[in-house]
């Protein structure tokens, strides 16, 4: 049974930085992918970013060169360090896990594709 857990949300001021941490259990596929989603409210859960097995990452345009995702290995967890904030980063932060299809195909940049997720941890940004 996979499990993700998510640390490291909490509060800053715009400019500052915070290290989201994702622990995760459960979840031995050697080709992945994971990734970081969030959800304001009154909006729509939106995709971070992701990172694939053979380390391909991608971003969301508001993110980029600001957040960088990273995981060492297959059994490691996952990170998110979050540079620059601003208020509009602030949000709930998943941590999210997909599973391959039988075809081996495997889709981290859209909610509905997910198939784990962590509980999520709080991200509140002040001008």
């Known amino acids: 049974q996979v499990h993700l857990v998510e640390s490291g949300g909490g509060s800053v001021q715009s400019g500052g930085s915070l290290r989201l941490s994702c622990a995760v259990s459960?979840?031995?596929?050697?080709?992945?992918?994971m990734g970081w989603f969030r959800q304001a409210p009154g909006k729509e859960r939106e995709a971070v970013a992701a990172i694939y097995s053979g380390d391909r990452t991608t971003y969301h345009d508001s993110v980029k060169g600001r957040f960088t995702i990273s995981r060492d290995n297959a059994k490691s967890p996952l990170y998110l360090q979050m540079n620059s904030l601003k208020p509009e980063d602030t949000a709930i932060y998943y941590c999210a896990a997909d599973q391959p299809t039988v075809y081996g195909d495997l889709d981290c940049g859209r909610a509905g594709s997910i198939d784990y997720w962590g509980q999520g941890t709080q991200v509140t940004i002040s001008s």
């Open positions: 459960g979840y031995t596929y050697t080709r992945y992918c």
